[in-house]
């Protein structure tokens, strides 16, 4: 955590993830998107005839679906090696082109729905039942739900045109905050008294110090910066919103809310269903925070506060193979083939370790159909990174799984379900440390993690979607986000979530800025879905631990599934009905109980 990152060339080769096994190298690649410049007049070609027969239709299709998949696997290794070094400019102009042929692509293909919803649905109904076409039902019946939302074919032209420019207000806010702004952050001393450089990587470990000076000097180096920045943020921020609206206009939806919620088939009901939920439950977190405020006898709990544990405890640091083997434990529930495909994985490049200089921050999962799952990093020994590790693993092994036993077109889940087998490899891995440790010390330090995963995953994400929705409907009513509105408006939210120990006055009212480092709020309603795949997570991994019969088949049947289903049929098929409340109410249930037993297990100590 202390010095400065190497640069990128200088990180051992053991320490990447195997983008070679992807192309070669960037000359291969070249040639590969090259071949490409031809896609757009080829699939021209079928304009007109998706009419002609069911089988005329198929040919089409298979051509689509084959230029889509050259295409995310030429902008897979493009986006990879930019985001080892954001700085780079060969990779960064990759990707650029890589963004443009596929929109260029897109373009090409922008009359395939609008011929596709002009058959006779009385007609498609048949060609769906014949040979031909039968493996594509599915995929095609999703689509014919878009009619209402399908336009002529020149408009859908012109929305597939516009999607280059539409995407520059998110690049604008990756390199701001990945780039430019990190280059300009302070210098400050760490616990060890050794002179460290603020990164996005390190702001939150080193939040998480017990020493106070270290928590704030943190918080106010990387907030001040962050506050220099605000017009600009809040340009970029109104610009991805004014695109959003755009978007949900042009396709005749009543908000963006509804036209993010109509891809996943979930109504805006659920939405605000969350939101009550969590209001109702506010009262649980409130009185936590307080006990945490007393815990650490604080006269005044800070932003700065709110990652630190609220139990004398420290962790030990974990080397990089010690995370992987305590995944790997973790996750024996789920079966030996579950663990030895994930032990490949590891083995085999799957995962780019440390930061660098330049290094995309925080992690994610990626990939594609044709090649392994990829996990991008910033490993930095702290059990948080050691849990992070485990969280984007269950990513990539449901991508897998999903790989291996779907066809191309129904491989790739749905966003709704798309944080349920990270959660749950978390909460799996929660349970595992509670019960090897006789450490009531460690064990209060878990349960009281436990707490921050809920006050992080549901609440804290469940205000951010409170958030999105309300600078949305802003805009929509004809207002603009300016840096006032914005740092007013997401001040009000935090103290609404959490209550009256939180400080808020002051060098803490920095925090009113935070809405411009979260890059959720560029991904068009993204953030409820972790809210909904904990609480799918709570009740998934309580039924394989508890060894309910059937339930790690189910499981693993909803990894295996893909596209294959609606989303909450493939939920609901592994037994978690989020159309009902239950799954929500089961989290918060779960929340409940661990605050109490954190509660009795401090009291004795």
Same mark, same amino acid.
């Given at each position: 955590?202390?010095?400065?990152?190497?640069?990128?060339?200088?990180?051992?080769?053991?320490?990447?993830?195997?983008?070679?096994?992807?192309?070669?190298?960037?000359?291969?690649?070249?040639?590969?998107?090259?071949?490409?410049?031809?896609?757009?007049?080829?699939?021209?070609?079928?304009?007109?005839?998706?009419?002609?027969?069911?089988?005329?239709?198929?040919?089409?299709?298979?051509?689509?679906?084959?230029?889509?998949?050259?295409?995310?696997?030429?902008?897979?290794?493009?986006?990879?090696?930019?985001?080892?070094?954001?700085?780079?400019?060969?990779?960064?102009?990759?990707?650029?082109?890589?963004?443009?042929?596929?929109?260029?692509?897109?373009?090409?293909?922008?009359?395939?729905?609008?011929?596709?919803?002009?058959?006779?649905?009385?007609?498609?109904?048949?060609?769906?039942?014949?040979?031909?076409?039968?493996?594509?039902?599915?995929?095609?019946?999703?689509?014919?739900?878009?009619?209402?939302?399908?336009?002529?074919?020149?408009?859908?032209?012109?929305?597939?045109?516009?999607?280059?420019?539409?995407?520059?207000?998110? /690049?604008?806010?990756?390199?701001?905050?990945?780039?430019?702004?990190?280059?300009?952050?302070?210098?400050?001393?760490?616990?060890?008294?050794?002179?460290?450089?603020?990164?996005?990587?390190?702001?939150?470990?080193?939040?998480?110090?017990?020493?106070?000076?270290?928590?704030?000097?943190?918080?106010?180096?990387?907030?001040?910066?962050?506050?220099?920045?605000?017009?600009?943020? %809040?340009?970029?921020?109104?610009?991805?919103?004014?695109?959003?609206?755009?978007?949900?206009?042009?396709?005749?939806?009543?908000?963006?809310?509804? %036209?993010?919620?109509?891809?996943?088939?979930?109504?805006?009901?659920?939405?605000?269903?969350?939101?009550?939920?969590?209001?109702?439950?506010?009262?649980?977190?409130?009185?936590?925070?307080?006990?945490? @405020?007393? /815990?650490?006898?604080?006269?005044?709990?800070?932003?700065?506060?709110?990652?630190?544990?609220?139990?004398?405890?420290?962790?030990?640091?974990?080397?990089?193979?010690?995370?992987?083997?305590?995944?790997?434990?973790?996750?024996?529930?789920?079966?030996?083939?579950?663990?030895?495909?994930?032990?490949?994985?590891?083995?085999?490049?799957?995962?780019?370790?440390?930061? *660098?200089?330049?290094?995309?921050?925080?992690?994610?999962?990626?990939?594609?159909?044709?090649?392994?799952?990829?996990?991008?990093?910033?490993?930095?020994?702290?059990?948080?990174?050691?849990?992070?590790? /485990?969280?984007?693993?269950?990513?990539?092994?449901?991508?897998?799984?999903?790989?291996?036993?779907?066809?191309?077109?129904?491989?790739?889940?749905?966003?709704?379900?798309?944080?349920?087998?990270?959660?749950?490899?978390?909460?799996?891995?929660?349970?595992?440390?509670?019960? @090897?440790?006789?450490?009531?010390?460690? @064990?209060?330090?878990?349960?009281?993690?436990?707490?921050?995963?809920?006050?992080?995953?549901?609440?804290?994400?469940?205000?951010? %979607?409170?958030?999105?929705?309300?600078?949305?409907?802003?805009?929509?009513?004809?207002?603009?986000?300016?840096?006032?509105?914005?740092?007013?408006?997401?001040?009000?939210?935090?103290?609404?979530?959490?209550?009256?120990?939180?400080?808020?006055?002051?060098?803490?009212?920095?925090?009113?800025?935070?809405?411009?480092?979260?890059?959720?709020?560029?991904?068009?309603?993204?953030?409820?879905?972790?809210?909904?795949?904990?609480?799918?997570?709570? %009740?998934?991994?309580?039924?394989?631990?508890?060894?309910?019969?059937?339930?790690?088949?189910?499981?693993?049947?909803?990894?295996?599934?893909?596209?294959?289903?609606?989303?909450?049929?493939?939920?609901?098929?592994?037994?978690?009905?989020?159309?009902?409340?239950?799954?929500?109410?089961?989290?918060?249930?779960?929340?409940?109980?661990?605050?109490?037993?954190?509660?009795?297990?401090?009291?004795? *100590?």
């Amino acid at each position: 955590m202390s010095g400065q990152p190497p640069r990128r060339d200088q990180v051992a080769a053991g320490d990447r993830w195997s983008v070679e096994a992807v192309f070669r190298s960037d000359e291969e690649w070249e040639m590969a998107f090259r071949a490409t410049e031809g896609y757009g007049r080829v699939f021209a070609a079928w304009a007109g005839r998706l009419g002609e027969s069911p089988e005329t239709l198929a040919h089409a299709v298979s051509e689509m679906l084959a230029q889509r998949r050259v295409l995310e696997k030429l902008g897979l290794y493009a986006s990879m090696r930019q985001d080892e070094d954001l700085s780079n400019a060969l990779h960064s102009s990759m990707d650029d082109r890589c963004t443009a042929r596929r929109n260029e692509v897109a373009t090409a293909h922008s009359f395939f729905m609008p011929e596709l919803l002009s058959i006779d649905p009385a007609v498609m109904s048949e060609w769906l039942r014949t040979p031909a076409l039968e493996g594509y039902s599915s995929w095609l019946g999703e689509m014919l739900r878009y009619r209402p939302h399908t336009l002529s074919e020149p408009e859908e032209k012109l929305l597939a045109m516009s999607g280059d420019a539409l995407q520059g207000f998110h /690049a604008g806010f990756g390199k701001l905050s990945n780039v430019d702004m990190p280059a300009r952050l302070p210098e400050i001393t760490d616990a060890e008294g050794r002179p460290t450089r603020l990164t996005n990587s390190n702001l939150v470990p080193l939040m998480e110090e017990r020493d106070p000076k270290v928590r704030r000097a943190a918080f106010d180096g990387y907030y001040r910066e962050l506050t220099g920045n605000l017009n600009t943020s %809040a340009a970029l921020l109104n610009g991805q919103v004014k695109s959003h609206i755009f978007m949900a206009r042009a396709r005749r939806h009543a908000s963006a809310l509804e %036209a993010s919620l109509f891809d996943d088939l979930v109504s805006t009901g659920v939405y605000e269903a969350l939101i009550a939920a969590v209001h109702g439950r506010l009262p649980v977190m409130h009185g936590y925070y307080a006990a945490k @405020k007393a /815990a650490l006898g604080l006269g005044t709990l800070s932003p700065c506060d709110l990652y630190l544990p609220a139990v004398e405890y420290s962790p030990r640091r974990y080397s990089y193979d010690e995370a992987v083997e305590m995944t790997l434990e973790a996750v024996r529930p789920l079966g030996g083939r579950y663990v030895a495909d994930l032990s490949e994985g590891f083995r085999s490049g799957w995962v780019d370790r440390y930061e *660098n200089v330049g290094k995309r921050s925080g992690a994610y999962s990626t990939g594609c159909a044709d090649s392994m799952p990829y996990i991008l990093h910033n490993f930095s020994g702290t059990l948080d990174s050691v849990f992070t590790l /485990a969280h984007e693993a269950g990513h990539s092994m449901h991508s897998l799984l999903s790989w291996r036993h779907q066809p191309y077109h129904s491989s790739d889940y749905r966003i709704l379900v798309a944080e349920v087998a990270s959660t749950t490899n978390e909460m799996l891995l929660a349970d595992m440390l509670m019960k @090897k440790t006789d450490d009531d010390g460690m @064990k209060a330090f878990l349960l009281d993690r436990l707490v921050n995963d809920f006050r992080t995953t549901v609440f804290r994400q469940t205000m951010f %979607a409170e958030f999105e929705w309300l600078i949305h409907r802003e805009v929509e009513e004809g207002g603009a986000l300016t840096p006032e509105f914005l740092n007013s408006r997401y001040l009000e939210l935090v103290g609404l979530y959490h209550g009256e120990a939180l400080n808020t006055s002051g060098d803490d009212a920095l925090i009113a800025a935070e809405w411009a480092r979260i890059p959720h709020f560029y991904y068009d309603f993204y953030v409820y879905k972790y809210a909904t795949g904990l609480s799918s997570a709570v %009740a998934l991994s309580r039924r394989i631990l508890e060894g309910r019969p059937g339930a790690l088949e189910a499981y693993l049947g909803f990894l295996s599934a893909g596209s294959s289903k609606r989303p909450l049929d493939i939920l609901r098929d592994a037994g978690v009905d989020l159309e009902t409340p239950a799954p929500v109410n089961e989290a918060l249930d779960f929340l409940e109980e661990t605050v109490r037993r954190f509660g009795e297990l401090t009291a004795r *100590n």
